[in-house]
């Protein structure tokens, strides 16, 4: 009995057909699986990074205190003339500062003359070119902080001020 040549060629494609299913199937799992390990490296992060904050808990030098919520110690605006590069320019500026604590905010306002001091001989250094750019004004952040972290006594411990945000920046 000769086989039927139109039953064979229906039974090529369907076993044809079950293999790029099963290839089909794979491939989703395959991009399913991928997509959720991605996922999950971000959202956890590197270990690098997972080990980072255990590392600064250990150095802080107040271990066994619980930490004080951050204080925020709005500082007066500066009007202060900039460097001349194309005629008279100047800045004005207003800033909060961030400080750790009541403590700390309390002994900034205490010496908030030094601390105006050193900020408008910082700015009155400044060229309006070098704080125009948003790197610019990132970089004065970081000097400010610097200036303010400074001890007010000889030998004193530095402040506590985690960081600069400015509320005002116009240049003219």
Not at 21 to 49: N, P, T
Not at 52 to 72: I, L, N
Not at 88 to 93: H, T
């Amino acid at each position: 009995m000769k086989a039927d040549p139109k039953a064979d060629a229906a039974a090529a494609p369907a076993a044809g057909g079950k293999s790029k299913l099963f290839i089909m199937i794979g491939a989703a799992v395959l991009v399913l699986g991928l997509g959720g390990g991605a996922g999950w490296y971000f959202l956890h992060g590197s270990g690098a990074e997972a080990a980072e904050p255990a590392k600064k808990d250990h150095g802080s030098k107040k271990k066994g205190k619980k930490e004080a919520p951050p204080e925020y110690l709005a500082i007066e605006p500066f009007t202060v003339n900039l460097q001349p590069e194309n005629g008279d320019q100047y800045l004005r500026v207003a800033f909060t500062l961030q400080v750790d604590g009541a403590e700390q905010a309390e002994h900034i306002k205490t010496n908030m003359a030094k601390v105006r001091s050193r900020v408008l001989l910082l700015l009155s250094g400044k060229k309006a070119s070098e704080i125009n750019t948003v790197e610019g004004k990132q970089q004065l952040a970081g000097e400010i902080l610097a200036a303010v972290k400074t001890p007010f006594e000889s030998h004193g411990d530095d402040q506590d001020v985690s960081d600069v945000l400015f509320t005002e920046f116009i240049i003219q």
